[in-house]
C-alpha cells in the first residue's frame, strides 16, 4: 500500500535517500570504495529477515551445494548488490548515462532489430538480474528509439517521484502495472518496445505455477499470453557483468508453436520463459536478486 505523500515516514524516508544522494555526490573515489563496505556491512546485518531468505532460497536453488559453498556466494551476492546499488547512485546524482554506456557492450542486437521489422513491436523480458535499471538506456541507445518499461510505483510517493525522473532520464518511458494493458497494446501496435521483468512472485489469480530450480513457483503469463493471442515477437534480454565491462546478451527471439492460446499453452510458453531465466541465473547466480521472495506462494493445499 502507498504511503501518503505528506506522511513523516515518507518524508523522513525521503531524507535519508536524499542525504545519501548528496554523500555521494560529494565523494572522492576513496570514499565511495568505504561506503560500499558500509552499504554491504548495513544490507548483512540491518535485515536479518532478508538475510535468513536469501539462505533459505540458495537452500532451496542449490540443494547439492555444501553449506560453505553457498555462504560463499552468499557473500559474493551482497558485493554484487553493494556494487550496483552504489553504481546507480553515482548515476542518480551525476545524471552520468556515459559512465555505463562506455563500459557496456550488446551481443546479437540483430535479433531485436530483425523482430522489430515484423511490424507488430517487441517484448522484451527479463529479470532482477545483473543490474536491469540499465537494460532500457543500453536499448535505447543500440536500437534509437523509446523502451517502455513496465513498473510497479514505489510505496513511497516522494521517492518514486524522484525515481521515476531518474528512470526517464535513463532511458525508460514508464508504464504503471495497474490496469496497464491497453497502454502496451497501443504501444506495440505503434512497432513499439515494451520491456518487463518476469521472475518475481505473484498471486495465483495473476499467475501460474511453474518448474524454477526445480521447486513450484508463481510466474506471471503477461508474456505467455501476447504472445499466444496477439502473435507479438518476444526476446528474451539479459544484463551481466565481467568485471567492470556491462554485457547486455539478446537470446534467440521465442519460437513456440502457434494456433493454440489456452490455458495449457499458456502454462507450457510460461514455464519455457521461466527456464530461459534459470539459465541466465545458473551462470552467474551471485547477480540475481535472491533478496526477493520468489517461492512464496504456494500450489493450493501445499505448505510453504
Same mark, same amino acid.
Given at each position: 500500500?502507498?504511503?501518503?505523500?505528506?506522511?513523516?515516514?515518507?518524508?523522513?524516508?525521503?531524507?535519508?535517500?536524499?542525504?545519501?544522494?548528496?554523500?555521494?555526490?560529494?565523494?572522492?573515489?576513496?570514499?565511495?570504495?568505504?561506503?560500499?563496505?558500509?552499504?554491504?556491512?548495513?544490507?548483512?546485518?540491518?535485515?536479518?529477515?532478508?538475510?535468513?531468505?536469501?539462505?533459505?532460497?540458495?537452500?532451496?536453488?542449490?540443494?547439492?551445494?555444501?553449506?560453505?559453498?553457498?555462504?560463499?556466494?552468499?557473500?559474493?551476492?551482497?558485493?554484487?548488490?553493494?556494487?550496483?546499488?552504489?553504481?546507480?547512485?553515482?548515476?542518480?546524482?551525476?545524471?552520468?548515462?556515459?559512465?555505463?554506456?562506455?563500459?557496456?557492450?550488446?551481443?546479437?542486437?540483430?535479433?531485436?532489430?530483425?523482430?522489430?521489422?515484423?511490424?507488430?513491436?517487441?517484448?522484451?523480458?527479463?529479470?532482477?538480474?545483473?543490474?536491469?535499471?540499465?537494460?532500457?538506456?543500453?536499448?535505447?541507445?543500440?536500437?534509437?528509439?523509446?523502451?517502455?518499461?513496465?513498473?510497479?510505483?514505489?510505496?513511497?510517493?516522494?521517492?518514486?517521484r524522484r525515481v521515476l525522473e531518474f528512470r526517464e532520464a535513463m532511458g525508460s518511458?514508464?508504464?504503471?502495472?495497474?490496469?496497464?494493458?491497453?497502454?502496451?497494446?497501443?504501444?506495440? &501496435? %505503434?512497432?513499439?518496445? =515494451?520491456?518487463? $521483468?518476469?521472475?518475481?512472485?505473484? #498471486? +495465483?489469480?495473476?499467475? *501460474? /505455477?511453474?518448474?524454477?530450480?526445480?521447486?513450484?513457483? &508463481? %510466474?506471471?503469463?503477461? =508474456?505467455?499470453? $501476447?504472445?499466444?493471442?496477439?502473435? #507479438? +515477437?518476444?526476446?528474451? *534480454? /539479459?544484463?551481466?557483468?565481467?568485471?567492470?565491462?556491462?554485457?547486455?546478451?539478446?537470446?534467440?527471439?521465442?519460437?513456440?508453436?502457434?494456433?493454440?492460446?489456452?490455458?495449457?499453452? *499458456?502454462?507450457?510458453?510460461?514455464?519455457?520463459?521461466?527456464?530461459?531465466?534459470?539459465?541466465?541465473?545458473?551462470?552467474?547466480?551471485?547477480?540475481?536478486?535472491?533478496?526477493?521472495?520468489?517461492?512464496?506462494?504456494?500450489?493450493?493445499?501445499?505448505?510453504?
Amino acid at each position: 500500500m502507498q504511503q501518503k505523500k505528506g506522511s513523516f515516514k515518507s518524508r523522513l524516508e525521503l531524507a535519508l535517500f536524499t542525504g545519501t544522494l548528496s554523500l555521494v555526490k560529494i565523494s572522492p573515489p576513496w570514499a565511495l570504495r568505504l561506503e560500499k563496505k558500509l552499504l554491504v556491512f548495513f544490507l548483512k546485518k540491518g535485515s536479518p529477515r532478508h538475510s535468513h531468505l536469501i539462505t533459505h532460497n540458495l537452500a532451496l536453488a542449490f540443494p547439492d551445494a555444501g553449506a560453505a559453498q553457498r555462504a560463499a556466494l552468499k557473500n559474493r551476492i551482497y558485493d554484487h548488490f553493494g556494487s550496483m546499488f552504489m553504481e546507480i547512485a553515482r548515476a542518480f546524482v551525476r545524471s552520468d548515462k556515459r559512465s555505463v554506456l562506455s563500459r557496456a557492450r550488446v551481443n546479437h542486437a540483430e535479433v531485436l532489430e530483425r523482430a522489430l521489422k515484423k511490424g507488430r513491436g517487441v517484448i522484451v523480458f527479463s529479470a532482477h538480474f545483473g543490474n536491469w535499471e540499465w537494460i532500457p538506456l543500453i536499448l535505447r541507445d543500440r536500437l534509437g528509439r523509446e523502451i517502455h518499461s513496465i513498473a510497479r510505483p514505489m510505496d513511497n510517493p516522494l521517492i518514486e517521484r524522484r525515481v521515476l525522473e531518474f528512470r526517464e532520464a535513463m532511458g525508460s518511458r514508464v508504464i504503471y502495472k495497474q490496469g496497464s494493458l491497453r497502454t502496451i497494446l497501443k504501444r506495440l &501496435a %505503434a512497432n513499439e518496445v =515494451v520491456y518487463l $521483468l518476469i521472475d518475481q512472485n505473484t #498471486v +495465483p489469480r495473476e499467475g *501460474v /505455477f511453474v518448474d524454477f530450480f526445480a521447486n513450484k513457483a &508463481a %510466474a506471471v503469463t503477461t =508474456v505467455a499470453q $501476447l504472445y499466444l493471442k496477439k502473435h #507479438v +515477437p518476444v526476446v528474451p *534480454v /539479459f544484463l551481466h557483468y565481467e568485471g567492470e565491462a556491462i554485457v547486455l546478451d539478446v537470446l534467440p527471439e521465442v519460437d513456440f508453436p502457434a494456433g493454440n492460446s489456452g490455458p495449457a499453452a *499458456v502454462c507450457e510458453l510460461t514455464q519455457e520463459l521461466t527456464r530461459i531465466i534459470e539459465g541466465q541465473v545458473r551462470k552467474f547466480p551471485e547477480q540475481w536478486f535472491w533478496f526477493h521472495d520468489r517461492w512464496k506462494t504456494r500450489p493450493q493445499g501445499e505448505a510453504k
